[in-house]
């Protein structure tokens, strides 16, 4: 059973930036496409950044040109690179698969956009 660790959520002011990392356990990384979702209160949770094992990316309108998804197979590890953050964009972050079936979700880390 792959295993999910998210990290490097926190507080930042409004157009500010952060980088989220997600770990993951598990041999079958790198040949599997990834995603970073989110979710607000009382809202679903959302794709927000997805990449292949080959490295294409696709993003929803909201994130895009302010959001970078990336991965280094090597280290079992994906990145979500944040810029220009908006209230809006507060959530807690999970990575998981790009495309069901996903793995079990890992406890997400927080990202706040407050002033």
């Known amino acids: 059973q792959v295993q999910l660790v998210e990290s490097g959520g926190g507080l930042v002011q409004p157009g500010g930036s952060l980088r989220l990392s997600c770990a993951a356990s598990?041999?079958?990384?790198?040949?599997?496409?990834m995603g970073w979702y989110r979710q607000a209160p009382g809202k679903q949770r959302e794709l927000v950044a997805g990449?292949?094992?080959?490295?294409?990316?696709n993003y929803p309108d909201s994130v895009k040109g302010r959001f970078t998804i990336s991965r280094d197979n090597a280290k079992n590890t994906v990145y979500l690179q944040m810029n220009t953050l908006k209230p809006e964009d507060t959530a807690v972050y999970y990575c998981?698969?790009?495309?069901?079936?996903?793995?079990?979700w890992g406890q997400g880390t927080q990202v706040t956009v407050s002033s």
């Open positions: 598990g041999s079958i990384f790198s040949i599997v496409a």
């Open positions: 998981n698969k790009w495309y069901a079936p996903v793995w079990a």
């Open positions: 990449i292949t094992s080959g490295g294409s990316t």
